[in-house]
C-alpha cells in the first residue's frame, strides 16, 4: 500500500477518539491503522485541479466536492479514508461534520506507491458504499485517466479515457477538460 501500517487493534469509535490527537492522518481497516505519507506535486496538481473544478461547477446546488482532509467511512468495511477528492450529494453528508458516509464519486490519483492498493482491495472497499456511482482513477506520470461506472445491474463498468477526451462525470453532471486535470503538471516522454 506504500504506506506505514501501525500495528494496534482498536473499535472505529476508538480510531475517531484517537486519530483526532494525531499529528499524521491515519487510514483505519479492520483495526490496522495506515499512515499517510505526502504526496508528489504532480499528485497535488492533479487533485486539485479536479476538486477546483468540481467545487465551480456544483456551486449553489446540494451536492458538495471535498478534497483529501476529509474522511470517508465505509461502515461495512469497518474503515476509513482519506480519498484525494469526492462528491456527496446525500443530505446526511450535508449535516456531517468529521466524516462522509454517502459519495456519490470518489476520485483517487495514483502514486507508484498506492496503485495497486487504490485498483484493488480499496476499490473494493469503495464498491460497499451503495450511494456510490462513480469512481475515477488518474495516472498522473502517464497522464491516463480510468473511470468506473456503476450501471443500473450494480455492475462496474471500465472505461479508459483516450488523450484529450474529456473526463464526463454523469453522477454529477460535469465534463473536465483533461487538459484542465493536468495543468501544471509535466506531459511525460514518450516510451
Given at each position: 500500500?506504500?504506506?506505514?501500517?501501525?500495528?494496534?487493534?482498536?473499535?472505529?469509535?476508538?480510531?475517531?477518539?484517537?486519530?483526532?490527537?494525531?499529528?499524521?492522518?491515519?487510514?483505519?481497516?479492520?483495526?490496522?491503522?495506515?499512515?499517510?505519507?505526502?504526496?508528489?506535486?504532480?499528485h497535488n496538481l492533479v487533485a486539485g485541479n479536479?476538486?477546483?473544478?468540481?467545487?465551480?461547477?456544483?456551486?449553489?446546488?446540494?451536492?458538495?466536492?471535498?478534497?483529501?482532509?476529509?474522511?470517508?467511512?465505509?461502515?461495512?468495511?469497518?474503515?476509513?479514508?482519506?480519498?484525494?477528492?469526492?462528491?456527496?450529494?446525500?443530505?446526511?453528508?450535508?449535516?456531517?461534520?468529521?466524516?462522509?458516509?454517502?459519495?456519490?464519486?470518489?476520485?483517487?490519483?495514483?502514486?507508484?506507491?498506492?496503485?495497486?492498493?487504490?485498483?484493488?482491495r480499496k476499490f473494493e472497499y469503495y464498491r460497499?458504499?451503495?450511494?456510490?456511482?462513480?469512481?475515477?482513477?488518474?495516472?498522473?506520470?502517464?497522464?491516463?485517466?480510468?473511470?468506473?461506472?456503476?450501471?443500473?445491474?450494480?455492475?462496474w463498468l471500465l472505461r479508459d479515457l483516450l488523450?484529450?477526451?474529456?473526463?464526463?462525470?454523469?453522477?454529477?453532471?460535469?465534463?473536465?477538460?483533461?487538459?484542465?486535470?493536468?495543468?501544471?503538471?509535466?506531459?511525460?516522454?514518450?516510451?
Amino acid at each position: 500500500m506504500g504506506k506505514g501500517t501501525v500495528k494496534m487493534t482498536m473499535t472505529p469509535d476508538e480510531f475517531l477518539g484517537w486519530e483526532i490527537l494525531q499529528d499524521d492522518r491515519y487510514e483505519f481497516v479492520g483495526g490496522e491503522l495506515f499512515c499517510h505519507s505526502g504526496a508528489r506535486k504532480s499528485h497535488n496538481l492533479v487533485a486539485g485541479n479536479i476538486f477546483g473544478a468540481l467545487h465551480t461547477f456544483l456551486k449553489g446546488s446540494p451536492c458538495k466536492a471535498f478534497i483529501s482532509e476529509m474522511k470517508l467511512q465505509v461502515t461495512a468495511a469497518d474503515a476509513f479514508f482519506y480519498p484525494d477528492v469526492m462528491v456527496s450529494c446525500d443530505e446526511r453528508d450535508a449535516r456531517a461534520d468529521l466524516q462522509l458516509e454517502h459519495p456519490c464519486l470518489i476520485v483517487e490519483v495514483l502514486s507508484d506507491s498506492t496503485a495497486a492498493y487504490d485498483l484493488g482491495r480499496k476499490f473494493e472497499y469503495y464498491r460497499l458504499i451503495p450511494e456510490l456511482r462513480e469512481y475515477v482513477v488518474i495516472e498522473p506520470g502517464r497522464q491516463r485517466i480510468y473511470r468506473y461506472l456503476k450501471n443500473r445491474e450494480g455492475d462496474w463498468l471500465l472505461r479508459d479515457l483516450l488523450p484529450g477526451e474529456p473526463l464526463s462525470l454523469s453522477s454529477v453532471g460535469c465534463a473536465i477538460g483533461q487538459d484542465d486535470i493536468f495543468e501544471g503538471v509535466p506531459v511525460p516522454e514518450a516510451v
